[in-house]
């Protein structure tokens, strides 16, 4: 039998345009029920207009995805969904890989040119897609079939009682004013993580305050919060970065830079 190859290359034929900058804010399994439309641009120095003809007529396709930020794999990985429990990354779809493949069935709605608009998806901006293939309901599909311990994770979450959020005076003014003055809303995919399970977890980055309370990390901020049985209560919001980080030249790019300066001139940090 012939040796393998040491090594594979692959190359990307497209990037993944989405509004989601952050994997904060991608969902770990999108709500379909929710529009959004994303646009994969594939290259334009590969012969790809071929390649594309006849997929206007599938209403769903398979991503072929590279996790670009994840350098690093794990053999034991620490699912956001469930109890604090580590498995095997064969057994999970974590980011940290051998290799950083990602697969993604996703809504079809429209094919231009070099241009695919698809639906829902959990992928940042920026993601190389390396391959499309058409989703085939009668072969892709097996509801019937046993998924491991996610039954179990499932079967706990319904067993379990609803988390109700709640918010404080100062975390709704913080928020709406973020809302309305930089447009940014992370409150939504909060919620939906705390409404699950808010007790600290690292993948969800949910952890204990020293102070007393808990925090949960929402890309570039934070929000604290506290928990009365069932009763989630948010109680304000925080940058992520401290002021003496946002100022620093040496450390370019961090997000919502301009927006977490302007919040600290109204929400200074605390000593």
Not at 98 to 121: E, F, K, M, Y
Request: proline letters at 10%; aromatic letters at 10%.
């Amino acid at each position: 039998m012939e040796d393998p190859p040491p090594a594979l290359s692959v190359q990307p034929i497209g990037w993944l345009r989405t509004g989601k900058t952050l994997k904060f804010h991608a969902l770990h399994q999108p709500r379909e029920s929710i529009a959004e439309i994303n646009r994969i641009e594939l290259r334009k120095d590969s012969r790809f207009e071929g390649a594309l003809r006849d997929l206007n007529g599938f209403s769903r396709i398979w991503l072929v995805w590279w996790f670009h930020r994840n350098p690093n794999w794990r053999p034991m990985v620490l699912p956001p969904r469930g109890p604090a429990v580590r498995r095997g990354v064969f057994a999970t779809r974590s980011p940290h890989r051998p290799n950083p493949i990602g697969i993604s069935a996703v809504q079809l709605i429209d094919v231009s040119r070099l241009t695919l608009h698809v639906g829902p998806c959990d992928l940042v901006d920026g993601t190389p897609i390396l391959d499309i293939k058409p989703y085939l309901p009668a072969y892709d599909a097996f509801p019937a079939e046993k998924s491991g311990w996610w039954e179990e994770v499932e079967s706990v979450e319904r067993a379990s009682p609803q988390f109700t959020i709640h918010w404080a005076p100062l975390a709704r003014k913080q928020r709406d004013w973020l809302r309305s003055n930089w447009n940014v809303d992370f409150s939504d995919r909060m919620c939906e993580l705390l409404g699950r399970d808010p007790s600290p977890h690292r993948s969800r980055r949910i952890k204990k305050r020293r102070s007393g309370g808990f925090e949960i990390g929402c890309g570039a901020w934070r929000a604290i919060f506290s928990l009365d049985l069932t009763r989630v209560t948010i109680l304000e919001i925080t940058p992520a970065y401290p002021l003496r980080f946002l100022i620093d030249p040496e450390r370019p790019g961090i997000t919502d830079c301009d927006a977490q300066i302007d919040f600290l001139k109204h929400w200074p940090e605390k000593d």
